[in-house]
């Protein structure tokens, strides 16, 4: 059973840059797409950046890309979400799925929650004025 956990969310000032973590407890990523999904206080979640199984493409929502960058480690087993030029809007608990898709040569970033097989409990990131 594939865990996940997220780490390096906290309180940053507007401006200001994040990296987020999600580790594997136990299993490689190898073969899996991962997923960055957030949700903001009183909305549904939303998908963020994902990066494909090779770490060959990635994609990132519009709200973001310009300012996002997202990596996974040689021993795939921890994905990092860097987010730059924070702002209050990205303010949420922010969530890393694993879709099972070894050979996809691309991902998709959804608007809504994704029924993937895998998520993380989440981590808070407060962005203040």
């Known amino acids: 059973q594939l865990q996940l956990v997220e780490s390096g969310g906290g309180l940053v000032q507007s401006g200001g840059s994040l990296r987020l973590s999600c580790a594997a407890s136990e299993l490689t990523l190898d073969y899996y797409a991962i997923h960055w999904f957030r949700q903001a206080p009183g909305k549904g979640r939303e998908g963020v950046s994902c990066?494909?199984?090779?770490?060959?493409?990635?994609n990132f929502a519009d709200s973001v890309k310009a300012r996002s960058t997202i990596s996974r480690d040689n021993a795939k087993t921890t994905v990092y979400l860097q987010m730059n030029s924070l702002k209050r809007e990205d303010t949420g608990v922010y969530y890393c799925?694993?879709?099972?898709?070894?050979?996809?040569?691309?991902?998709?970033?959804?608007?809504?929650?994704?029924?993937?097989?895998?998520w993380g409990q989440g981590t808070q990131v407060t962005v203040s004025s």
């Open positions: 799925a694993a879709d099972w898709t070894p050979n996809e040569p691309g991902c998709r970033v959804l608007p809504y929650e994704a029924p993937y097989n895998y």
């Open positions: 990066v494909v199984s090779s770490g060959s493409s990635t």
